[in-house]
């Protein structure tokens, strides 16, 4: 018993260690930072995720950059009911690149980092509560919905380095009509 706990302590402090030393972005601009974006990748190892990870589409988001710093992002998911957006309110903290927010989801705050983005192209999120290794996540993110393999590979290799496995770590298809398109 006494091994099983100390084990889980380490477990835990490893995994701690490991998104304490995640820094953002250096000199994060998030005026450069806001716009449409595609998640052309996650990493994502919850047990309650895996049956649904070959119904997975690339989604699209809109970031919104507001005066106070803080962000509002739309998403957009392909579901079995259809094509449907979320909004999610993002706050800014006290390091640039940073931001906090409320998941309903999982009733909890979690903690948003810019990992690596050149802002034209593609950018790379840790989504995660520390204390809880369920609830981490990492995306890549492209302008467009496809993104050189050099950015994938980064992004592959970032998200071994967090502890994901291989198969955690996925590229999916783009979604077909998500959002749907404007006929005119």
């Known amino acids: 018993m006494r091994t099983t706990v100390l084990a889980v302590v380490m477990v835990m402090l490893c995994v701690m260690m490991v998104h304490a030393d995640v820094k953002p972005q250096r000199d994060f601009n998030l005026q450069r930072f806001?716009?449409?974006?595609?998640?052309?990748?996650?990493?994502?190892?919850?047990?309650?995720?895996?049956?649904?990870?070959?119904?997975?589409?690339?989604?699209?988001?809109?970031?919104?950059?507001?005066?106070?710093?803080?962000?509002?992002?739309?998403?957009?998911?392909?579901?079995p009911s259809g094509c449907l957006s979320k909004v999610y309110a993002y706050e800014k903290t006290n390091v640039a690149g940073q931001f906090t927010y409320f998941s309903t989801r999982h009733n909890m705050v979690k903690d948003i980092t810019v990992v690596d983005t050149n802002y034209t192209e593609y950018a790379v999120v840790l989504k995660h509560k520390v204390f809880n290794r369920e609830y981490t996540q990492v995306a890549l993110y492209g302008r467009s919905q496809t993104v050189r393999i050099d950015v994938i590979q980064r992004f592959k290799a970032f998200a071994l380095s967090q502890g994901f496995s291989r198969e955690s770590i996925l590229t999916p298809p783009p979604a077909e009509n998500c959002p749907p398109s404007r006929s005119g």
């Open 34 to 79: 806001a716009g449409r974006w595609y998640r052309v990748g996650l990493a994502y190892d919850s047990p309650r995720f895996i049956p649904f990870r070959d119904k997975l589409k690339a989604s699209m988001g809109i970031v919104i950059a507001l005066p106070n710093g803080n962000v509002n992002l739309t998403m957009w998911d392909v579901t």
